[in-house]
């Protein structure tokens, strides 16, 4: 069984301008084990996955390939969610304002 994650592990890791190397250095595992992931011979453990999300840069439903269904969501909140994620400076304020700060 190839694992599908591989392909994007490296599409975001090219994208991003790094070698093997570099990512695995970054995630503090061996460029093997990387390199494992990229072709699908095994698959980054749920421990790993924050270090790896944030060295590349990606939300873990990207890397996933998660698509969260949204039929449910109405106008008013698809712009509202645009607008939010459009204005990443004003993000911490509207978190604060709506209590769901970290």
């Not at 694992?3 to 970054?26: F, H, P, T």
């Not at 453990?45 to 990207?62: F, G, H, M, Q």
Request: hydrophobic share 35%; charged share 30%; proline share 3%.
């Amino acid at each position: 069984m190839r694992y599908e994650i591989g392909a994007r592990i490296r599409q975001y890791r090219e994208l991003r301008g790094l070698s093997q190397k570099e990512l695995a250095e970054r995630i503090n595992i061996s460029n093997n084990r990387l390199s494992n992931w990229e072709q699908g011979i095994n698959r980054p453990n749920a421990d790993i996955l924050a270090s790896l999300c944030k060295a590349l840069e990606v939300s873990p439903s990207e890397l996933l390939n998660i698509h969260l269904d949204t039929d449910n969501l109405t106008d008013q909140e698809r712009r509202l969610i645009t607008a939010y994620r459009s204005k990443p400076d004003l993000q911490k304020s509207v978190d604060i304002l709506l209590g769901i700060e970290d």
